[in-house]
């Protein structure tokens, strides 16, 4: 029998293919994240359904070279692209990996799912589960017309993680006769190159047997690292990319994406042999767990963790309340809201247990902006029907939905009606649910019981006594309404300040505003000659000492300005906005109340703030720049 090998694609017309796949470069801003979010969902549509929870892991496994069998053929095939690149990004990649596979060990990425189906084949036969995934281009190929995906982009985003673009994958199967079978083959993604031998060669290459691109059937044929003695499938990504963090870095992909599923007891994940386990019971913990916000804060990602972590509350919370919404054409959704101080006032739509977007922009509702109550809201399909229509519209990076996905034009318009009537729907059931009826006056008839009663009299009331509490009317005060142009600037609905994560009303510190315009009582005044500073995505973190006391807490924040720059902090979760003093500001000075630090335009500052006295509410956060040769005052 021949010996399997690496081969890549004859290029007999000539085609020029460079190292920007489409399919790859769209993840490439967070690989790790993306990697996560992919493989889960594609292990979930495989699951079996059987009462048992989908079970992944995500290790590291680093190995001897000589172990990954066609290690020599595929550094030939680096070198050959290396020496005729000409882009600089292409010279740039080849130069990394023809040093990562020179090197002893090889970094590999090993993603395993259990109670799942495998990659169902025979390998070689066209539409099989295994041919869709190795050698297929925008075919779907799911077992239900409700999973997450069909196999097309997104099994790209385990290349983004490998720096030599090379994934191998193994899995068994039950055969239509009820006998497992084993598959195992490797896919490459490069250029297209002139090999050693002088003949041109498309970007793409198997490994595998020779004569057809075989998969490989035999497991004792492949190496022990990439065996599997039970149903389903691993996939490893040689050469990944070992970055500092990339176990947090998946952990909230995973917690963020499969909040539902994982709740649910559809889905557990272990990540880092283990090392952190991802489950029903550790779900909430792992949400708000210190590291795994703080790599989410450094990726940009904090915000979609945040929102994870509000809807997950609104998920299990008693004080949620739930209803059904029946929409012709679409089929049965079902709602679920919690009112509650600090809430983004927010929708999550999740299908198949993954979270996929907040809005329902391309039909006319983009949920910006709600009246009312705080409230965050979780909406998601509760029958076949309606989880089929979601699935047509749903976009490739599972992010959006879109009526224009659907071809056919009377299916599109029933699609587009059925889904503006969702939105109509959700806003009237908003409404009635976070609106408080007002009055002009109230009796307070139920305190006269807190008061001596003092009965009649004939003689006429004195006006400078006080009024009896069990007979005056309170009517509501007019007030006027304060007009300002910084609402909603930092992206809350409603302009409210703050991004509570909803875990502990009275105590979060929840997220800050930047309204330069809007200073409180209490605030000492700043120079004419500042320049008032807009920053971008200000957070806030509360720390808490070693006796609970909520004195300190980490600023995180962008600066469109470079220079110096003073912060005036404010605590807003009382009537008036009071200043807040800090006594102790890491990398910064204070003076007169303010802090003074020296920031540059676009980077992201995270400054550890403590205060002369406890405080856990949520703050306001204003900054002006400090010219040249000022004087602060």
Known sequence: MTAPKLEFLKNEA????????????????????????????NSRDAGLNNGSPV????????????????????????????????????????????????????????????????????????????????KSSGVSKKDSETSGGSYGIGKNANFAVSDLQTVMYST????????????????????????????HRRSTGYWGFPDGFRAITTKSVVPEWMRRSEIGTSI??????????????????????????????????????GRIKINSNTLEGLLSRQDIEETAEKSGHSS?????????????????????????????????????VGMPRRIGFVRNGMLITDNLKNFGHSFTRFNGADFIALVQ????????????????????????????????????KAMRNLGDKLREMIKAFTSAPTEDSLALDELGKYFAYKGKSDSAPDPTSESDPETYTYSAARVPVRKTGDAGRN???????????????????????????????????????RTSVDLSDVRNRIILDSQGTAKS???????????????????????????????????????????????????????LVEFDEPYDGPIEVNANKVGSGEVVE
């Open 14 to 41: 000539g085609e020029e293919e460079g190292l920007s796949d489409a399919g790859i470069e769209t993840f490439r801003d967070d690989p790790y994240a993306s990697c996560a979010r992919e493989a889960g969902q």
């Open 55 to 134: 079970r992944m892991t995500f290790d590291l496994i680093v190995g001897d070279r000589e172990d990954v069998p066609f290690h020599e053929s595929l550094a030939g095939a680096l070198d050959c692209c290396r020496s005729q690149a000409h882009a600089e990004k292409e010279k740039e990649f080849f130069k990394n990996a023809c040093a990562v596979i020179s090197q002893a060990k090889l970094p590999i990425l090993r993603i395993s799912d259990f109670n799942t189906k495998g990659l169902v084949g025979p390998p070689e036969k066209s539409g099989t589960v295994f041919h869709s995934l190795l």
């Open 172 to 199: 068994v199967y039950a055969e239509e006769s009820g006998e497992q079978a084993f598959a195992a083959q490797g896919k490459v993604k490069l250029v297209s190159h002139m090999d050693e031998n002088g003949v």
């Open 236 to 273: 490893f990504c040689a050469g990944f990319r070992q970055s500092e963090g990339w176990a947090e870095r998946m952990t909230y992909s995973l917690v963020s994406n499969f909040f539902v599923a994982i709740h649910n007891e559809d889905m557990e994940f272990e990540v880092d042999s």
């Open 304 to 340: 979609e963790l945040e929102f994870a972590c509000q809807l997950h509350r609104c998920l299990v919370s008693e004080a949620a309340t739930e209803d059904i919404l029946d929409i012709p054409g679409l089929g049965k959704i079902k709602v679920r809201i919690l009112a509650e």
């Open 381 to 416: 399909p509760c029958d076949d029907a309606a989880g089929k229509v979601l699935k047509k519209l749903e976009n490739p990076a599972h992010n959006a939905f879109s009526a224009e996905r659907i071809s056919d034009p009377i299916g599109r318009r029933v699609a587009e």
């Open 491 to 529: 992206g809350n609905e409603g302009g409210q300040s703050g991004g509570h994560k909803g875990r502990n009303s009275a105590k979060s510190g929840g997220g800050s505003s930047n309204q330069p315009g809007n200073r409180g009582a209490g605030d000492a005044g700043t120079s004419d000659k």
């Open 553 to 607: 807490r980490t600023l995180y924040f962008s600066s469109p300005v470079t220079g110096l720059i003073e912060l005036v902090l404010q605590a807003t979760g009382v009537n008036t906005p009071e200043s807040l003093y800090p006594v102790k500001a890491g990398g910064a000075s204070i003076k007169n109340d303010k802090i003074l630090l020296d920031v540059k335009e676009g980077e992201r500052n995270s400054l």
